[in-house]
């Protein structure tokens, strides 16, 4: 499956963005989803993750620095994932990416890293 992300930009702390993922090639449907990040200097680090229809019951797994601000969501039909960024912080400016994997969302959130990788789109927050 090729995953492509774009949506990012730069906006100013407090703002929102929506990065979009689309996949080509394989049905997302059969994909458990997920966003990282990797900000300059930093590793790269876990944002969130949604189950696969049918397993799960769509649950959503987020990072504890983004739970409350950032909503993922997916679009079987349209083969698509989003990642809804509210309420935006200098600490949120990094390289995202998206991901998908054939292990559970949950699987993600606790570090399994998935099969099939986009490349990353920049989120750059300023004040």
């Known amino acids: 499956v090729q995953l492509q992300a774009s949506g990012g930009g730069s906006v100013q702390a407090g703002g929102s963005l929506r990065l979009s993922c689309a996949a080509s090639?394989?049905?997302?449907?059969?994909?458990?989803m997920a966003w990282f990040r990797q900000a300059p200097g930093k590793e790269r680090e876990f944002v969130g993750a949604i189950s696969r229809d049918g397993r799960d019951g769509g649950n959503t797994y987020y990072a504890d620095s983004v739970k409350g601000r950032f909503t993922i969501s997916r679009d079987n039909a349209q083969n698509t994932m989003y990642l809804q960024m509210n309420s935006l912080k200098l600490g949120d400016t990094a390289v995202y990416y998206c991901?998908?994997?054939?292990?559970?969302?949950?699987?993600?959130?606790?570090?399994?890293?998935?099969?099939?990788w986009g490349q990353g789109t920049q989120v750059t927050v300023s004040s």
């Open positions: 090639g394989r049905t997302l449907s059969s994909f458990a």
């Open positions: 991901a998908a994997g054939r292990s559970s969302a949950q699987a993600m959130a606790m570090g399994v890293s998935p099969a099939y």
